[in-house]
């Protein structure tokens, strides 16, 4: 099989603290909602910061008679909504094969933390438990992968996904990303004095941190012929990605933002693309200084200081290895519609960021080829493109929006 061969996005499915689907948290990403709230999973009394942004009705979004924690909880329908949405609902896989990549940070965390408070060990626990979860609930009869690279996890995921099918091991792969809130990683991160007291505010001047989301996402990954065959129409083109790990430090990010460099261009490389035609990067965007500062950097050596950006954690929050997976997810939509998401919060932009930034509110502009990036501790530097597939009428929103 020729390995370059496209391979396709044919399903989605996305929860996060503003929707319970893809399109009704687009609807809010472009209306400027949200999910800040203060924390309501565990008791958040004795920390200094108390906002973060959760799932909220998790109950009612859960399905019936699942295994494993929170969790899975998140990751069980986004799966099934993705699988739904790519025409493959009978869970009857005749002569296909599928498979499963799944990104996360924290895993099955729930079961650990119980157990922490005394509450009893409540179900199976850690990262791998829920490509486990994924794959006996689905009958899933191919790979199974767990990608722990935190941050970066949702992208690597995808990554991985990519290779199964070019290498012919799988026919389908769900790649997908999933963290829920947990009183381990909020601990974590307040103590990095990394959390922002109120709102993201990504690439803003005043930024002072970032604020811990929930979430998860699914999409549905298939050779282009086979998805053809099937008379579905794809949704998008996953025409290449790249990774790289510089080991800069263990928590911040390179200054100079080399290993980010070598990431993007290993993406165009793969994708056979110019810099020039890459129209809009989905940004890591965290609202950190240091990690905005770094990405910045990075995107005008790749693409010039003309290139748009954005970062959507200012609606739902850092929703660590979910992140990138949602991200990808959201790019679709932006290629369906023709409409880049705005960077929620942003007032004044930071001078030292030189990119043409998107404040507050969506702007329509046709896009063929778009760039998500994911980073992690450690050094790791993770970038994907996503393709459109064919030409696309404009959405509802027209050009309105600003870019600082």
Known sequence: MDDQEEIV???????????????E????????????????????????????????????????????????????????DALYNARLIDREWDDRIAGISVGTTMGEISPYEDAMLGRGISARGGPSVLADHAGEWFSLNGPSWTITNACAAGNMAIARAVEELRLGRADVMIAA??????????????SLRA?????????????????????????????KRDAVARGVKPRAIISGYG??????????????????????????????????????????GTGTPANDRMECVAMAEVFGEEIRTSSIKGHIGHTLGAASAIEAAVCVK?????????TLHLRTKDPSCAVAVIANEPV???????????YAFGG??????????????LGSVQERGTFV
Not at 334 to 342: C, V
């Open 334 to 342: 932006a290629l369906e519609t023709g409409i880049l998401p705005p």
């Open 364 to 374: 329509s502009v046709n896009v063929d080829h778009m760039m998500s990036n994911a």
């Open 25 to 80: 948290t687009w609807d809010k990403l472009l209306a400027g909602i949200s999910g800040a709230r203060t924390i309501r999973t565990f008791d958040v009394s004795g920390h200094q910061h108390q906002i973060g942004c959760e799932v909220e009705d998790f109950e009612h979004l859960s399905l019936i008679g699942r295994p494993g924690g929170r969790a899975t909880g998140l990751l069980l329908p986004v799966v099934e």
């Open 243 to 284: 990774l790289s790990a510089d080991a800069h430090h263990i928590t911040q990010p390179d200054p100079k933002a080399a290993g980010s460099i070598k990431a993007m261009r290993k993406a165009l490389a793969m994708a056979k693309l110019d810099p020039e035609q890459i129209g809009y990067v989905s940004a890591h």
């Open 195 to 223: 959390m922002a007291p109120d709102v993201c505010r990504p690439f803003d001047l005043e930024r002072k941190g970032l604020l811990l989301g929930e979430g998860a996402a699914a999409l549905i990954l298939e050779r």
């Open 177 to 190: 990303g999933v963290d829920a809130m947990s009183w381990i990683a909020f601990t974590g991160f307040a």
């Open 9 to 23: 996005i044919t399903g989605i499915g996305v929860i996060t603290s503003i929707g319970s689907t893809l399109d």
């Open 380 to 393: 790791i530097n993770t970038s994907i493109i996503l393709s459109r597939i064919g030409s696309v009428p």
